[in-house]
C-alpha cells in the first residue's frame, strides 16, 4: 500500500506536494533533535570496519586513554583505505602506512610470532596504536584535549605541540587535527539520536527532478552523457547541489557522517547495499532514503531512476551526510 501511494502521489502530479512535505518534515525533525543529540561512543560502527580487522582495531584502540577504536579507525581509513599492501610515493607501507624509519623505531610485534612485519596487520594495526599512545605520553603535559594533541605530535612532532602549548597555528596540522576527529564520528557506533542533515530536503527534490532518467554506468549527469547517472553519481550529484561533495564511489561515501539505525532514518540519508555485510569496503549500491521505507537510486543497466524499497536482504545501512563528514574523507581514488 505505501508503495502504490507514492507512486500515485507522484504519478498524478504530487511531486510537489510529496517534497514539501518531505521539506517540512526534515527541517521539523531538524530543530526538535538538534539538542537532543547523545555523545560518541568507542564501539564501531556496523561494517564501519572490515571483520577481518574489527578485533585488532577493537582491542587496540583501547590501549591509552587519548585514543579509541573509531579514532584508530578513522586514521587506518585515511592512511591506505583498509589496504594492507598499501604502498606510497614516499615509501609509507602497509594499512598504517608507516616510513620505514619510523617502523623501525616504532613497529612492534603485534601477534607474538617474532616478527615484526610492516605488511600484517596484526602487527601494524597494534603498531599504530603504541605509537599514538607514545606520542600521547610526549605530550600529556601540553594544554589542551589529549587526543588532539596527540594527533598534532603525529603530524607536526610532539616538540611543536610542546612549544606551543597544544596544536601548533600550522594549517595542514590543524586541518589534520580536524579531519581525524571528525571522520572517527563514521566509524564510531553512535550513542543516541544523529543530528539530522539542513541540506537533506534539498538532495531529495534534486533526485527528485531525475526520475526516469536511464541508468548509465559511471554517468556522472553531464551533458555528454545525457544527463544519465549511476547510483553513487547521482547521490554525489544531489548532494553537490547544496554544496555538499561527496567522494564518486558508494563505500567511500558510506564515510561521509554517522550511521543512524534503519528505525531513525530520516529522509536524506544514504543508504547502502552490500552481500557482505561485515565490510562496508565492499558496498556495491546506494540511494537517498525518501521515507516510508523507499529510496530514490539509480539501479542498474536497462533501469531508470524510480523509487526502490529499502528492506531487502542486502541492505547494508545508512549515513547521515555531514559537511564535515564529507570534507574530512580522503581525496585519493578509492582502491575499491
Known sequence: MRKAWL??????????????????????????????VGGGSVGLAKGAVPATYQPLVQKWGNLCK?????????????ES???????????????????PGTWAAHGVDGDGDGDRDVWDPKDAIPSAASYDCKLAGYVKDAPGDPTKNML???????YAVIKYGGVPPYRETQNYVKT???LSESFARPVGRVQPSQQAASAIYYAQKKLGTPYLWGGNGTADQGGRFDCSGLTLAAYRSVGITLPRVANDQYNAGPHPKRDELLPGDLVFFSDDLTNSRTIRHVGIYVGGGYMIDAPRTGAVIRFDPIDTPDYFGATRVTK???KALPTKPSEV
Not at 507522484?10 to 517534497?19: D, K
Request: charged share 5%; net charge positive.
Open 7 to 36: 507512486v500515485a502521489s507522484v504519478g498524478i502530479g504530487g511531486a510537489l506536494s510529496f517534497i514539501a512535505l518531505l521539506v517540512v518534515g526534515t527541517y521539523m525533525a531538524a530543530g526538535s533533535l538538534a539538542n537532543g
Open 66 to 78: 587519548a585514543i579509541n577504536p573509531a579514532l584508530l579507525a578513522a586514521q587506518l581509513y585515511q
Open 81 to 99: 583505505g583498509f589496504n594492507p599492501r598499501a604502498k606510497s610515493p614516499a615509501q609509507a607501507l602497509g594499512i598504517a602506512q608507516f616510513i
Open 152 to 158: 598534532a605530535a603525529y603530524n607536526a612532532g610532539a
Open 180 to 182: 581525524i576527529t571528525t
Open 324 to 326: 564535515d563528514g564529507a
